[in-house]
């Protein structure tokens, strides 16, 4: 429980955190005076430390970074199904550029699971417009479409999305949709081309692995986004790799003027990141999210 949890706490956590990013960036800099590229791959459980990994380009000697989405023991069987094909086989390489790579749901196999539980519903052709204007009203909206991600974090196809603008989005998510403690932050989904507006450092950001320092003047303007540090644990949106959460998010900036989007994973506490459109019903009703956008369906209590 939030209240439990006092300085000393907070000082336990700083200061491991402090000691990590002192060992990780040491080892990173020993790897660069043995390799001397400017590029550098990083996996393993350690890789998905986003605060550390936002500090590498800028204490090492290191250009490009590149982390996989399920750096983890989890992603071993992706590593191993690449390595099969590239070396083994010699086949095509694939730069990974998507972890869209689960299962998607069509309109039709929806409406049918829609129909069999009475659930009312009205279908749009054009969702990313009105799910926008709901977002910009201040509401929570459950968006799932297209193929699941693979991995630990929500990149816009099994996502909750609000307003970054208001300062007290990011309690009333924990408190109402999440059910968890009061100062667990939320990631900035920015549109690819207004990184460097809102960030010092303009890094790709494609599967939310790095937290970068947000700059001075634009803190004000996304403050649920913004972690007590300055960063955000961002993700660039790519219109080419998403372009349905491209235009949602560039709906959201005409309406606003903010080409960003509070994002996190639909679901909540306990339960795993939804799949299926029965998922995706189950927290709709057992949270506190306003509307849901499954497809082309838009759903509400």
């Known amino acids: 429980n939030n209240w439990k949890l006092k300085q000393p706490y907070f000082d336990l956590a700083y200061s491991a955190q402090k000691v990590f ?3 990780y960036l040491h080892m990173i800099n020993s790897l660069y005076k043995k390799n001397k590229s400017k590029n550098l791959v990083i996996s393993g459980g350690c ?15 290191f250009n490009n970074l590149f982390i996989p989405p399920v750096p983890d023991d989890s992603g071993a069987g992706l590593g191993a199904a690449c390595y099969v094909n590239n070396i083994i086989y ?8 998507s972890n869209y790579l689960g299962p998607d749901y069509s309109n039709n196999s ?13 279908k749009i052709k054009n969702i990313y417009k009105p799910a926008a204007k709901s977002i910009s009203e201040g509401k929570i909206v459950g968006w799932f479409q297209g193929k ?5 974090r929500a990149l816009g196809n099994r996502s909750i999305l609000a307003d970054p603008r208001d300062k007290k989005m990011k309690s009333k998510i924990n408190k109402c949709v999440k059910y968890r403690e009061n100062f667990r ?6 549109l690819d081309e207004y990184t460097s507006k809102y960030f010092v450092s303009n890094e790709k950001s494609i ?8 700059k001075n003047n634009v803190k004000n303007k996304i403050p649920a986004t913004v972690h007590k540090d300055g960063t955000g644990r961002l993700q660039t949106i790519n219109k080419k790799l998403n372009p349905l959460f491209y235009n949602l998010v560039d709906e959201f900036r005409k309406i ?5 989007l509070l994002n996190t994973s639909l679901n909540y506490q306990g339960d795993p990141i939804v799949c299926k459109p029965e998922d995706a019903i189950k927290t709709f009703y057992l949270s506190g999210l306003d509307i849901l956008y499954i497809n082309n369906f838009e759903i509400y209590k």
């Open 21 to 23: 990013e002192e060992i």
């Open 90 to 97: 010699k086949k095509k390489m694939f730069p990974m550029k």
């Open 185 to 190: 932050p939320f990631a900035p989904a920015i």
């Open 148 to 152: 699941i991600e693979f991995g630990d």
């Open 207 to 214: 599967f939310m692995e790095k937290a970068l320092q947000i």
């Open 47 to 61: 890789a998905l430390n986003s605060l550390a990994n936002g500090k590498i380009i800028q204490k090492s000697k």
């Open 110 to 122: 929806i409406e049918e699971i829609l129909k069999l539980y009475k659930i009312k519903y009205k």
């Open 256 to 260: 606003t003027g903010i080409p960003i």
